[in-house]
């Protein structure tokens, strides 16, 4: 999974997506910015706009509908948690996909069930999909696509599952995630609310960027914030 990291400055009201930068100034164009709802705290602000923007598109290219079951896979990552919360806006019933390890962790992300991704049983009994969202590809995208209904959708923000000509009836959507100023605020009112939780793992200082970067590297849940 991308991570990203956001300068934080204490006097901002707005909320932007800069690309491969670590600074703590950097110029934006004004079309993307976002204003931070009142109550939510910035520094919690700047680890919203990438993850939160992503998990929204994503889940929003499976055309789920109120009432269809959806599998979030990478649902205790922050891009996955605003999946679920995406489509449980969207009236879905929600599975939440992790590793045997994060299943505790998944409990907090508001999906009506999970289920391990990492057990092949697990996905045996799955029943049949409307869609996926896949923010983890691979040899788990491979397995979960026979899993989505024909006429289904398996959208994905890391690619095409190797075997999906073998599903010509399923729709294979790749998702590219862009700035939604619009969304961000919404998804900012709901991390404000307590509806979404973003878990912060980490906040470092701008001159240890190198540490972020491996920590980052390593995987685990919670973003990671530079502090300026």
């Excluded at 896979?73 to 996909?97: E, L, P, Q, W």
């Amino acid at each position: 999974m991308t991570r990203t990291f956001n300068s934080v400055n204490p006097s901002p009201i707005s909320s932007a997506m800069a690309d491969d930068t670590y600074a703590e100034l950097c110029a934006v164009k004004a079309a993307i910015l976002a204003k931070v709802p009142k109550g939510l705290d910035l520094l919690q602000a700047a680890a919203l706009p990438l993850v939160t923007t992503t998990g929204n598109q994503l889940l929003l290219a499976t055309g789920i509908k109120a009432g269809q079951t959806v599998l979030v896979v990478g649902a205790a990552g922050s891009v996955g948690r605003s999946a679920v919360f995406t489509a449980k806006a969207c009236g879905a019933t929600v599975i939440a996909g992790v590793l045997k390890r994060q299943i505790d962790d998944a409990k907090t992300v508001g999906a009506d069930q999970v289920v391990a991704t990492d057990d092949d049983t697990a996905i045996a009994n799955l029943p049949a999909l409307d869609a996926v969202a896949d923010t983890v590809g691979g040899r788990t995208a491979e397995k979960l696509i026979a899993k989505v209904k024909p006429g289904g959708v398996f959208a994905s923000v890391v690619g095409t599952p190797k075997n999906a000509a073998e599903y010509p009836s399923v729709k294979v959507a790749f998702v590219f995630s862009h700035f939604d100023g619009q969304t961000l605020e919404f998804m900012a009112e709901a991390v404000r609310d307590g509806k979404l939780v973003i878990p912060i793992s980490q906040k470092l200082p701008l001159s240890e960027a190198a540490e972020a970067q491996a920590a980052a590297e390593k995987g685990g849940v919670g973003k990671i914030l530079l502090v300026a």
